[in-house]
Structure formats: C-alpha cells, structure tokens
C-alpha cells in the first residue's frame, strides 16, 4: 500500500533558525505532491505543490521543497522561520496515471513550535 | 476565505442520534471529499463524489452515509456513531478527480465531532 512518511512528530526551533522537514513516499511510479499546513484553529491549507518540471518548487511565506526522485523525497525548508510559522505539516502525494481517483495520501503531519 | 464552507463547526452527539454534516463549495468544482482527521493518525480518505457520483468509499462503516445532490453541497448523515467516531471531519473539493492539475484539493474549516 502507498505510505507518506513524516519523519519528525514535533519540531521546536527558535525564531530565525532554519528548518527541514522530512517527508518520503512509498509509491514508485510517477507522483504529485503537496505540503499542506494548518495554522492553529484554522483549516489545511495548501502550501506548495509539485506536478512537473523543476524539482525545486517555491510556495508562499518563504517555503519552498525539493522534489528528489531517486530518495522519493519532498522535503520541506525555510532558511529562517518567524513564530507566525507554528502550525502542523502535512506532506501528501497522489500518484500520477490515468484513472486516479484523487486519492491524496497523507502523511501523519509534523507539529512545528517556533519560539519567539 | 477558502471557499469550501462546513457546518455546524462543532457538534456533541449521544451513540444514538442521528445527525447531519454539511459541505458547500463556491469554486465550481466537480469533486468532493470527505476526511477524517484524527490525533496522531494520518488523515483518511473516506468518500469521493465526482460529478454528484461516488466514485470511492473507502471501507467506512455503514453508520456513516454519504449524500452529494449536486456539485456544490456534500452531507455526511451519522447514526448510532461509537466515541472512537470522535474526529475532525473535513471536506475538500477538487475541479476533478484525474490526476494532475485537476487534483489539488480545497478544504473546508472541519466540523469537530464528540460522540458520547
């Protein structure tokens, strides 16, 4: 069965640090996908996302993720991350061919908590 | 503003009530999705609808049915639900259920569920 993994539950990083956040996928064929986030008490919103072209994708805020196929990778980064970014993470992925039902599979999430 | 609206945003049912969620989407698209979002587990797939058609039900239990009159409106109808029921349910919305473009998935805010 596909699987979308997280690798860290909870990250806490002080303001201006960098982040990473893993995300790998089991699906070998070709994918799309995405990074979700969801601010406190709000609803999932999507970030960035990747569908072809340049692995390297930039979304809003500052995110951007690199798509790397031979690890099945699509991390997360930041270079330096404001309190505004706490929020948890999701990294989805839809495997790409005819017929999908747009089944996005999800990732269990990553909390992030910046310090201020 | 999302443009995928849910109510009521939090409801507190016994085991045996019956209940309604509702879903709307102003984005004139022909895909809605019912999730489940619950602590510590990865969000589920439980219902895709294209085009007023469910197209997947992906193992659910019968006491939840799914109901899509057109397009723009989605209801998940609950009865005789278990406290293991309580979750985050949320729906999404997509211009189509092929892969691509036409997956990226719009949500709604959640509607939070107890079941006592």
């Known amino acids: 069965a596909q699987s979308v993994s997280q690798h860290n539950h909870h990250v806490i990083l002080s303001e201006a640090a960098s982040l990473e956040l893993g995300c790998n996928y089991s699906?070998?064929?070709?994918?799309?996908l995405f990074w979700y986030v969801q601010y406190p008490g709000q609803h999932l919103q999507l970030l960035l996302k990747?569908?072809?072209?340049?692995?390297l994708v930039k979304g809003i805020k500052g995110f951007e993720a690199e798509f790397i196929k031979s690890k099945f990778s699509f991390n997360l980064r930041k270079p330096s991350v404001q309190w505004s970014d706490t929020a948890e993470y999701f990294c989805a992925v839809t495997p790409n061919y005819g017929g999908s039902q747009g089944n996005l599979i999800f990732g269990k999430g990553t909390k992030l908590s910046v310090k201020p | 503003e999302t443009g995928v609206t849910q109510t009521p945003r939090h409801l507190v049912m016994g085991m045996t009530n019956k209940k309604s969620l509702k879903c709307e989407q102003h984005?004139?698209?022909?895909?809605m999705y019912w999730y489940k979002q619950s602590a510590k587990k990865p969000l589920e797939l439980m219902f895709v609808y294209s085009l007023e058609e469910r197209v997947e039900n992906n193992s659910v239990p019968s006491r939840f049915s799914p109901e899509c009159p057109n397009s723009s409106h989605l209801f998940l109808h609950l009865h005789t639900l278990q406290p293991e029921d309580s979750a985050l349910y949320l729906c999404a919305s997509s211009q189509g259920v092929t892969s691509g473009a036409y997956n990226e998935q719009f949500f709604g805010p959640g509607t939070r569920l107890t079941v006592l």
């Open positions: 990747y569908f072809s072209g340049d692995p």
């Open positions: 984005l004139g698209h022909n895909a």
């Open positions: 699906y070998g064929g070709t994918v799309n």
